[in-house]
């Protein structure tokens, strides 16, 4: 699998600009023969977070429908985040950071709903997800979503290694100065997992907030295959059945832990 991470500043609130930064993205993507590009979170709408808790719910029929043409058009798997609402009934609504995947087909093969709200911004405007990462087959391997403050967690990235991950895929939204979570903590989730990560983030400025860059693409040993600056650009890397397959017999963290055990520990004994 070629991965492609999108590192690049959106326009806060121009959807429409922000959908052609993604198509032009997609088409430097499969013109490089990647089988997936990754974009960052929120990236459709540009991350404010206080500025999304008015989103149109009908505003969702539309982007999921031109992302799916984008990614049928240049023949390239697309990752993208913008913010999801589930209709409560008697004009009641709840809104979640989401992330969803379309095959290279343009058919939607997951949806993913972030888990964990970073600061004080992102739990006014959104709802924290119960749902565990679920997995697809992508190019020979079978790939997960999660999103930015997700992957700093272990039981996210184990949740999805157990659900039969081998690929991660991570739109993130980190913020300058923050450079041990794709140098540090990723790497040692990829490596804990035998899992490929994949993490792309925004440059610049948004909504005032200074966005850091520095996305990673990570193998399942931990290794960097490749990173980017703080410019926009995107990063390519591959990884193989074979890289997988060596990391877990290198070190078997999936198969040697023990799940009943850490469950008692949490009840105390």
């Known amino acids: 699998m070629r991965i492609a991470v999108m590192q690049g500043n959106a326009t806060v609130g121009d959807q429409a600009a922000n959908l052609r930064a993604i198509d032009e993205a997609a088409a430097r993507a499969a013109g490089d023969g990647a089988d997936v590009l990754v974009t960052p979170e929120l990236f ?38 913008y913010p999801q609402v589930e209709e409560l009934g008697e004009e009641k609504r709840r809104q979640y950071i989401g992330a969803v995947l379309f095959d290279a087909n343009g058919e939607l093969a997951l949806t993913y709903r972030k888990v964990h709200l970073f600061g004080d911004d992102e739990p006014r405007a959104f709802a924290c997800s119960e749902a565990p990462p679920t997995t697809v087959e992508l190019a020979g391997l079978r790939v997960s979503l999660l999103i930015c403050f997700d992957v700093e967690f272990p039981e996210a990235v184990r949740a ?12 993130t939204a980190l913020a300058a100065g923050f450079d041990d979570v794709p140098q540090v903590l990723l790497r040692a989730r990829a490596l804990e997992n035998g899992v490929a990560l994949a993490y ?62 850490y469950a008692a520990w949490e009840r105390g004994g």
């Not at 996305?215 to 193989?240: C, E, K, Y």
């Open 200 to 261: 792309a983030n925004h440059t610049g400025e948004e909504d005032g907030l200074v966005l850091g860059g520095g996305s990673v693409i990570v193998g399942p040993n931990g290794g960097l295959l490749a990173a980017g600056d703080d410019a926009s650009r995107i990063i390519l890397g591959d990884v193989t059945r074979d890289d997988i397959d060596a990391a877990r017999r290198e070190v078997d963290y999936l198969g040697r832990r023990r799940p009943t055990t």
């Open 44 to 81: 459709v709408s540009g991350y404010a977070p206080l500025l999304l808790r008015t989103v149109d719910p009908a505003a969702e029929r539309g982007i999921l429908a031109e992302l799916g043409r984008i990614a049928k058009h240049r023949k390239v798997a697309l990752v993208a985040s």
């Open 160 to 171: 999805a290694a157990v659900a039969g991950a081998d690929v991660v895929l991570a739109p």
